[in-house]
């Protein structure tokens, strides 16, 4: 069983999740905050089979694409109309994913507690 924490574009989120719970992959959704724009990001973490992993893995790339986005520095947006000083094209999106290997994995389940190797 691995771990999997896959670290997108909060923009991304809602698609990647709707993919793998439809694959059959379990997914906890968890708001985070960084990168260059400290823009909005959601980390995902999913519990794996270790014969699936590449078929997450295939998800996450198909749904969490790269693209540009275009930024400026606030301190400068009153020069703005004049010349583009502070625009900056910043590449965004994407993934990063962590895949770790697990040692236990536990259910609580009310009335009982099922373990799975």
């Known amino acids: 069983?691995?771990?999997i924490?896959?670290?997108?574009q909060a923009?991304?989120?809602?698609?990647?999740?709707?993919?793998v719970t439809d694959a059959g992959f379990g997914a906890t959704k968890i708001v985070s905050t960084g990168g260059f724009l400290r823009m909005?990001?959601?980390?995902?973490?999913?519990?794996v089979a270790?014969?699936?992993v590449q078929?997450?893995?295939d998800i996450i790339q198909a749904n969490c694409k790269?693209?540009?986005e275009v930024a400026f520095d606030p301190a400068e947006h009153e020069f703005i109309e004049w010349f583009p000083i502070?625009?900056?094209d910043v590449m965004v999106g994407g993934a990063v994913v962590f895949i770790v290997r697990v040692s236990d994995f536990v259910r609580v389940i009310p009335d009982q507690v099922r373990s799975e190797p």
């Open 55 to 57: 078929e997450c893995l």
């Open 5 to 8: 924490v896959a670290i997108i």
């Open 86 to 88: 502070g625009v900056h």
């Open 1 to 3: 069983m691995k771990l």
């Open 66 to 68: 790269p693209r540009v």
């Open 40 to 47: 909005g990001n959601a980390t995902v973490l999913m519990g």
């Open 11 to 19: 923009y991304d989120s809602d698609r990647l999740l709707r993919a």
């Open 50 to 52: 270790d014969d699936r």
